[in-house]
């Protein structure tokens, strides 16, 4: 199946810092990709779908200033989590979807603000 | 009311058992629907697309129906590897909708 690859994997940082995720379609072109976070026990909750080429629709209640998504290319999109706090700290994961509507998933971002 | 429900579980299952899933969406004009499987701490993975006509792959059925808004998965003869959090998803136009999963624990 199609691979989509996220990184980092894992990052501690420490509160008002920026951080950075890359997420990337490796064997297809997604013109659209999506952002979830995920807290423990919980489901997955979208917080953005990125268009590559144009802004990101942003969902209710989540701030766009703070989370940045920039699509620039068909196979790239980056998500910033600006002046993190720890409340900002969750599992991050990005997908992107194919030709065929189904979406693939990245391995996950476990961010940790200190 | 959210979009898609799910009973949250957890199912306790013995090695060999049957169980069954089930999860309704609210948006009728939903177009597409999927089981994911999410081990812990990991990101989820797609299991099986989710036809009007049902679809079977291997010990796993997947059940649509439309006028019900309800889908259902079956999984049968379960293995320890099953073991996981199995995720309801309804797709329109752009919009992928998760449940929020249903736990399994299969037990030796």
């Known amino acids: 199946g199609a691979v989509v690859s996220q990184h980092p994997s894992w990052v501690i940082c420490k509160s008002g810092t920026s951080v950075k995720i890359e997420c990337r379609s490796l064997d297809f072109q997604a013109t659209t990709m999506f952002w979830y976070r995920q807290f423990p026990k919980q489901s997955l909750m979208l917080m953005a779908t990125s268009n590559e080429g144009s802004k990101a629709t942003y969902e209710q209640g989540v701030e766009k200033d703070k989370f940045l998504i920039n699509h620039a290319s068909l196979t790239l999109s980056t998500l910033t989590v600006t002046s993190a706090h720890p409340e900002d700290s969750s599992f991050y994961i990005c997908s992107a979807r194919d030709t065929g509507d189904i979406q693939y998933f990245g391995a996950g971002t476990r961010l940790s603000v200190l | 009311r959210k979009e898609v429900e799910q009973d949250p579980g957890p199912f306790n299952v013995p090695e060999g058992a049957t169980v069954a899933f089930n999860c309704t969406y609210s948006?009728?004009?939903?177009?597409?629907f999927f089981w994911y499987r999410q081990d812990c701490r990991k990101e989820p993975k797609l299991l099986m697309s989710v036809y009007s006509s049902g679809n079977e792959d291997g010990r796993f059925t997947a059940q649509l129906n439309r006028a019900s808004q309800y889908i259902s998965l079956l999984i049968r003869d379960s293995k320890l590897s099953d073991s996981a959090t199995y995720l309801c998803v309804a797709y329109n136009n752009n919009d992928m909708r998760f449940g929020a999963g249903t736990r399994l624990t299969v037990k030796p």
């Open positions: 948006n009728s004009a939903s177009q597409s």
